[in-house]
């Protein structure tokens, strides 16, 4: 477990998870307070500078992804030879303990996770970054069921790294495409292969291949035929059965062009027009194409050699006979003793040649090792074929298409590069032929937006619009290739014709009449009318007032314009004939407060007259006369005409007051009523 705080900002609160690689710490960023996850790599991997190298770079690269079924790499570095990645921290469990508490997952929420985990797939893709690891344990299911891919970048830098130091292929044995497990080239497609080996998983419960090593596991991806779904669960559609098919065909080039293709077929792929489609038939597995032939290394034909046998034949010597003769004279005795002798050196003379041959023609026949050479991939086929004729190769050619190798490029050779062969050995080098044509796909009808994600790996789409109000906006009208026609995507250029609503200006409708609007707008297909009427002081009746939309207004859908015909000037209202008011004013005489009397006396008294002068009498008439000796309010009758007034005249123990007369307005006297 690394030091309890990381770089003095990632506090470790706990272990949550680990691999064969690395193991995984939840901790707390001290500065962002937030929870993240620590992957720190073990110690066997810290130590090698060429894997440490390509794991920053990878980490850096995973890192400037921005996607949301990816985890988000926060940071990444190195503290007392510990190497370390910061990622998002998701709560939830993997897809495969999600696919074990299920036992197996219906097909609308296998499709659902699968769109998911594509997308994420198709992005790193796009980012130039193959996961090579596909699998349930690296996907997360968060609590609302988002899925998360994690890893990206680590496994390619650890398969890299592993494969240079073991010449072994790194990868879950039981999602590893064929082109994975004989060590091949590994492109976009391995990572779809895998995909689909999931998408099989998610349905049934378990992996498509097992056995009892993972040698022979990898053997069943190479050359046995991929398990049908359907045949197991009757009820999945054949469409969820064909993209399973065609993304693990053995093949990379017989699978989906590109995650983007991959995820462009499950758009549709529950819809019910493709339940019961035709079923896709797998690629027979070719095996002298597929079938890894393992390199014989230098030490092992040394010992053939050793295990040589050398048989030396043994010499016939004529024997020589002959009768004694008692009577032979000495002479015959001496000619016998040199045949003899001279038989004798020739015999030997005769050893010492068959020895010498059987050292000196084996160094005639022995052929020299050679080191198949570096960085042949990629490069043009005819430089390749004559540094390997240079090297006293054989060289022999298969063609196939390719997305990613240009034309007349090396995609793949056997043995690999670095592997020891004898001079004149046979050397087989798979050529491109560019990218596969195929039939041009039919995108008419179809809204622009969904048009251009099925012409992703097309290399231009150029889009042109056509006013027409004959089918809704933004769907396509034609295409040009055509569907059907032969296409290779990466080079072609695609022109749509795009349908977009006439744009209208609208006009200014004043003083029009109601034919008039009728005629210059009754046939525009983007223009409802609708009609009122209104007075107005100063417009000719049956003329129009206003309009909604206003004058200049630009009209690109269907819209409603609501037009105001004058109905002339409003008509006078009549005024009612007013009638006289006739009403009781009250009318306060105020004393003016004295010192307190004696009991015995008399209180003062004052004479209030008042008169008044209204529509029964122009001269002052007499209304009130009394004494008062306090403070009175007066009912005084009044009768006014409409336009006139009343007025009254108050006269205290004979003299007019001061304020004298009072008026009051005809508006006054109705107020009173």
Same mark, same amino acid.
Do not use: C
């Given at each position: 477990?690394?030091?309890?705080?990381?770089?003095?900002?990632?506090?470790?609160?706990?272990?949550?998870?680990?691999?064969?690689?690395?193991?995984?710490?939840?901790?707390?960023?001290?500065?962002?307070?937030?929870?993240?996850?620590?992957?720190?790599?073990?110690?066997?991997?810290?130590?090698?500078?060429?894997?440490?190298?390509?794991?920053?770079?990878?980490?850096?690269?995973?890192?400037?992804?921005?996607?949301?079924?990816?985890?988000?790499?926060?940071?990444?570095?190195?503290?007392?030879?510990?190497?370390?990645?910061?990622?998002?921290?998701?709560?939830?469990?993997?897809?495969?303990?999600?696919?074990?508490?299920?036992?197996?997952?219906?097909?609308?929420?296998?499709?659902?996770?699968?769109?998911?985990?594509?997308?994420?797939?198709?992005?790193?893709?796009?980012?130039?970054?193959?996961?090579?690891?596909?699998?349930?344990?690296?996907?997360?299911?968060?609590?609302?069921?988002?899925?998360?891919?994690?890893?990206?970048?680590? #496994?390619?830098?650890?398969?890299?790294?592993?494969?240079?130091?073991?010449?072994?292929?790194?990868?879950?044995?039981?999602?590893?495409?064929?082109?994975?497990?004989?060590?091949?080239?590994?492109?976009?497609?391995?990572?779809?292969?895998?995909?689909? +080996?999931?998408?099989?998983?998610?349905?049934?419960?378990?992996?498509?291949?097992?056995? @009892?090593?993972?040698?022979?596991?990898?053997?069943?991806?190479?050359?046995?035929?991929?398990?049908?779904?359907?045949?197991?669960?009757?009820?999945?559609?054949?469409?969820?059965?064909?993209?399973?098919?065609?993304?693990?065909?053995?093949?990379?080039?017989?699978?989906?062009?590109?995650?983007?293709?991959?995820?462009?077929?499950?758009? *549709?792929?529950?819809?019910?027009?493709?339940?019961?489609?035709?079923? +896709?038939?797998?690629?027979?597995?070719?095996?002298?194409?597929?079938?890894?032939?393992?390199?014989?290394?230098?030490?092992?034909?040394?010992?053939?050699?050793?295990?040589?046998?050398?048989?030396?034949?043994?010499?016939?010597?004529?024997?020589?006979?002959?009768?004694?003769?008692?009577?032979?004279?000495?002479?015959?005795?001496?000619?016998?003793?040199?045949?003899?002798?001279?038989?004798?050196?020739?015999?030997?003379?005769?050893?010492?040649?068959?020895?010498?041959?059987?050292?000196?023609?084996?160094?005639?026949?022995?052929?020299?090792?050679?080191?198949?050479?570096?960085?042949?991939?990629?490069?043009?086929?005819?430089?390749?074929?004559?540094?390997?004729?240079?090297?006293?190769?054989?060289?022999?050619?298969?063609?196939?298409?390719?997305?990613?190798?240009?034309?007349?490029?090396?995609?793949?050779?056997?043995?690999?590069?670095?592997?020891?062969?004898?001079?004149? #050995?046979?050397?087989?080098?798979?050529?491109?032929?560019?990218?596969?044509?195929?039939?041009?796909?039919?995108?008419?009808?179809?809204?622009?937006?969904?048009?251009?994600?099925?012409?992703?790996?097309?290399?231009?789409?150029?889009?042109?619009?056509?006013?027409?109000?004959?089918?809704?906006?933004?769907?396509?009208?034609?295409?040009?290739?055509?569907?059907?026609?032969?296409?290779?995507?990466?080079?072609?250029?695609?022109?749509?014709?795009?349908?977009?609503?006439?744009?209208?200006?609208?006009?200014?409708?004043?003083? /029009?009449?109601?034919?008039?609007?009728?005629?210059?707008?009754?046939?525009?297909?983007?223009?409802?009318?609708?009609?009122?009427?209104?007075?107005?002081?100063? *417009?000719?009746?049956?003329?129009?007032?206003?309009?909604?939309?206003?004058?200049?207004?630009?009209?690109?859908?269907?819209?409603?314009?609501?037009?105001?015909?004058?109905?002339?000037?409003?008509?006078?209202?009549?005024?009612?004939?007013?009638?006289?008011?006739?009403?009781?004013?009250?009318?306060? +005489?105020?004393?003016?407060?004295?010192?307190?009397?004696?009991?015995?006396?008399?209180?003062?008294?004052?004479?209030?007259?008042?008169?008044?002068?209204?529509?029964?009498?122009?001269?002052?008439?007499?209304?009130? @006369?009394?004494?008062?000796?306090?403070?009175?309010?007066?009912?005084?009758? /009044?009768?006014?005409?409409?336009?006139?007034?009343?007025?009254?005249?108050?006269?205290?123990?004979?003299?007019?007051?001061?304020?004298?007369?009072?008026?009051?307005?005809?508006?006054?006297?109705?107020?009173?009523?």
């Amino acid at each position: 477990m690394p030091q309890k705080r990381v770089s003095d900002r990632y506090e470790i609160i706990r272990a949550v998870g680990g691999g064969g690689m690395a193991d995984v710490y939840l901790a707390k960023d001290l500065i962002l307070d937030r929870d993240v996850a620590v992957k720190v790599l073990k110690s066997q991997f810290a130590e090698d500078e060429e894997f440490i190298r390509r794991f920053r770079r990878e980490a850096h690269s995973a890192a400037a992804m921005s996607h949301p079924n990816i985890v988000n790499i926060y940071d990444v570095g190195e503290e007392e030879n510990e190497y370390y990645i910061v990622m998002e921290y998701v709560e939830g469990q993997t897809l495969k303990e999600y696919i074990s508490a299920n036992q197996r997952l219906s097909p609308e929420e296998t499709v659902r996770i699968l769109r998911q985990v594509t997308s994420a797939v198709a992005h790193a893709h796009d980012n130039h970054i193959v996961h090579r690891d596909i699998k349930p344990q690296n996907i997360l299911i968060s609590p609302n069921g988002t899925a998360k891919v994690t890893d990206f970048g680590i #496994s390619r830098a650890i398969s890299d790294a592993t494969i240079t130091h073991t010449n072994s292929v790194l990868g879950s044995v039981h999602y590893l495409s064929p082109e994975q497990a004989r060590g091949g080239y590994v492109t976009y497609q391995s990572d779809l292969y895998s995909l689909g +080996v999931v998408a099989y998983e998610m349905l049934t419960g378990h992996v498509p291949f097992t056995a @009892d090593t993972p040698v022979s596991i990898a053997i069943k991806h190479m050359q046995d035929t991929f398990p049908s779904v359907k045949e197991k669960l009757s009820f999945v559609p054949q469409s969820l059965e064909n993209l399973i098919m065609t993304a693990v065909a053995k093949e990379p080039q017989n699978r989906y062009l590109s995650g983007h293709t991959m995820l462009a077929d499950l758009d *549709t792929i529950l819809d019910p027009s493709r339940v019961n489609e035709a079923a +896709v038939v797998p690629v027979p597995f070719d095996e002298n194409a597929t079938r890894a032939m393992p390199a014989v290394s230098s030490k092992e034909s040394l010992a053939d050699n050793d295990q040589t046998k050398v048989s030396s034949g043994a010499v016939n010597q004529d024997t020589v006979s002959y009768e004694r003769d008692k009577g032979k004279s000495n002479q015959k005795k001496r000619s016998k003793a040199f045949w003899v002798k001279t038989g004798t050196i020739i015999g030997l003379v005769m050893l010492a040649v068959i020895l010498f041959l059987f050292w000196w023609i084996p160094s005639l026949l022995h052929v020299e090792d050679v080191e198949i050479p570096d960085n042949l991939i990629g490069e043009a086929f005819d430089e390749v074929e004559e540094q390997l004729i240079d090297l006293n190769l054989v060289v022999e050619a298969d063609y196939r298409f390719d997305d990613e190798i240009e034309e007349g490029h090396v995609i793949s050779h056997n043995p690999e590069a670095g592997r020891m062969v004898k001079e004149e #050995s046979t050397i087989r080098v798979m050529v491109s032929e560019g990218p596969e044509p195929m039939q041009m796909i039919d995108v008419t009808g179809e809204t622009r937006e969904r048009a251009l994600n099925l012409l992703e790996e097309f290399d231009e789409v150029e889009i042109q619009y056509r006013e027409t109000t004959d089918t809704n906006p933004d769907t396509v009208l034609e295409q040009d290739p055509e569907a059907g026609e032969e296409v290779i995507p990466a080079v072609t250029s695609v022109t749509l014709t795009i349908s977009e609503y006439p744009v209208f200006t609208m006009p200014n409708l004043a003083d /029009m009449n109601r034919d008039e609007v009728l005629e210059l707008l009754e046939n525009e297909p983007l223009i409802n009318l609708s009609f009122d009427e209104d007075y107005h002081p100063s *417009t000719e009746e049956g003329k129009v007032i206003s309009q909604n939309p206003g004058r200049g207004a630009r009209i690109d859908e269907p819209t409603t314009v609501n037009v105001v015909f004058s109905m002339g000037p409003e008509p006078e209202e009549e005024e009612e004939p007013e009638e006289p008011v006739r009403v009781t004013v009250p009318f306060e +005489v105020s004393i003016p407060e004295i010192e307190e009397e004696v009991n015995d006396e008399e209180p003062e008294r004052y004479r209030v007259q008042i008169s008044v002068t209204d529509m029964n009498s122009q001269v002052p008439r007499q209304v009130i @006369d009394r004494e008062i000796t306090e403070t009175t309010t007066f009912d005084v009758p /009044m009768s006014v005409e409409p336009g006139e007034s009343g007025f009254l005249i108050l006269v205290v123990d004979g003299e007019e007051f001061d304020d004298s007369p009072y008026e009051y307005t005809y508006e006054q006297l109705s107020d009173m009523q």
